[in-house]
């Protein structure tokens, strides 16, 4: 039997959720609410079956969904799951970060109570094939995560519908709309919950000379963020948006007493110079301190896949288990649980740039 989604908010990352639900069997997407024009023309190329509604409470009207899908701005989460929970009891994919001030929490934790269908929370990279193998191996290969290291260089933030993202106010701060997913890799990768946070970071360069309704972008670009966690060991995230020349999109390193475990991904296929071929592989390298003989695997994509997206087909693989849940039960693998913590470490990390002190958790 075909289940039946509704998308609220088609932007670039809805477009990319319809693409990817386009390659799951039996599925499809009956309800798109999106209150810009043009970008609901743009959903409805990829789903010209889907109904199009005025207001979320109308999309919520339609019985025959199975599941619900967020991708609105980030601000716009804690209200639009409030409004789902008032009508309706159904599986919800809402994207990352969850929310974006402190004073959301409270609501989150009410969700966690009351709300009686799963939410999962949008971490795509825990999906992507070298990060989800550093995930799976890590222990084995390093002997125990000592040190944890994530390095983000990149192009700048892109423009998006309303121009939302230049804003904290809008998106949570740098270091909570960006960063969350790497927030949420280290808690998962060290299997363990950060106990203090350090952070340096500032808008360097981007959106200097921008201006929306005359107001200047207050939104980093780049900096530091360092954690202690429960067990002693520590991780790190370098940040820097205005980078577009590296090779290397993201890079992870955990390192243990036994040995190194690394991954490297490229940036979007999209955004790959042409004049330089094609892109490289993501890679996976094993480093054990003895014998010294390094190994890396490169890793290829499902063409498909890439042409689906941006995340090395992670937006794929999360949706086929979002999907195996909604067909057969159970917990969702990243729950409003996770998706409030990364948000809790992306806002005190800002906190601690922001105030120029260690922040206990
Ligand atoms: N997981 C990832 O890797 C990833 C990547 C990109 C974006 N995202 C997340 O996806 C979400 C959307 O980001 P985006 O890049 O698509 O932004 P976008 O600006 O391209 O799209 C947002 C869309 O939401 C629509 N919208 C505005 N108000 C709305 C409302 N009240 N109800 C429903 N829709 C509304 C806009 O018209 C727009 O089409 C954000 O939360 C962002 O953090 C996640």
């Not at 809402?94 to 989150?108: L, S």
């Not at 998106?171 to 203090?196: Q, Y």
């Not at 520590?234 to 590296?246: I, N, T, V």
Request: glycine share 8%; with cysteine; aromatic share 8%.
């Amino acid at each position: 039997m075909t289940t039946k989604y509704g998308l609220i908010g088609c932007g670039m990352m809805g477009i990319e959720h319809l693409r990817n639900i386009a390659l799951l069997p039996e599925v499809e997407v009956v309800a798109i609410f999106d209150p810009d024009p043009d970008q609901l023309a743009e959903g409805m190329k990829l789903s010209p079956n889907a109904s199009t509604f005025n207001s979320i409470g109308d999309l919520l009207a339609v019985q025959e969904l199975d599941a619900i899908v967020i991708a609105s701005p980030n601000f716009l989460h804690v209200e639009q799951l409030k409004e789902i929970a008032a009508r309706r009891t159904l599986p919800i994919l809402c994207e990352k970060p969850v929310y974006t001030a402190a004073g959301d929490e409270v609501v989150i934790n009410r969700l966690q109570r009351a709300y009686q269908a799963p939410i999962w929370v949008a971490m795509e990279y825990r999906y992507m094939p070298p990060i989800a193998t550093l995930i799976e191996r890590a222990d084995e290969i390093t002997g125990g995560i000592k040190m944890l290291t994530m390095q983000e260089h990149r192009f700048p933030f892109l423009s998006k519908v309303g121009d939302w993202n230049r804003f904290n106010a809008n998106t949570g701060g740098t270091l909570v709309e960006k960063c969350c997913h790497f927030f949420d890799l280290m808690r998962l990768i060290m299997r363990c919950e950060p106990v203090r946070v350090s952070a340096s970071a500032t808008q360097f360069v981007n959106h200097v000379n921008e201006r929306y309704d005359g107001k200047a972008p207050d939104i980093w670009d780049g900096g530091y963020v360092m954690f202690d966690f429960e067990n002693g060991a520590r991780a790190m995230l370098e940040l820097s948006m205005f980078a577009d020349g590296s090779t290397w999109n993201e890079e992870i390193h955990a390192i243990g007493p036994s040995g190194k475990i690394a991954c490297r991904m490229p940036g979007p296929q999209r955004f790959w110079p042409e004049a330089l071929g094609p892109s490289p592989l993501p890679e996976l390298s094993i480093y054990p301190r003895s014998p010294k003989r390094p190994q890396t695997t490169r890793i290829a994509l499902d063409a498909a896949l890439i042409d689906a997206g941006d995340h090395h087909g992670s937006t794929y693989y999360q949706h086929q288990r979002f999907l195996d849940m909604v067909r057969g039960g159970g917990e969702p693998e990243v729950s409003l649980e996770d998706g409030k913590r990364a948000v809790k470490m992306g806002l005190l990390a800002q906190e601690a740039a922001m105030t120029h002190r260690v922040i206990e958790f």
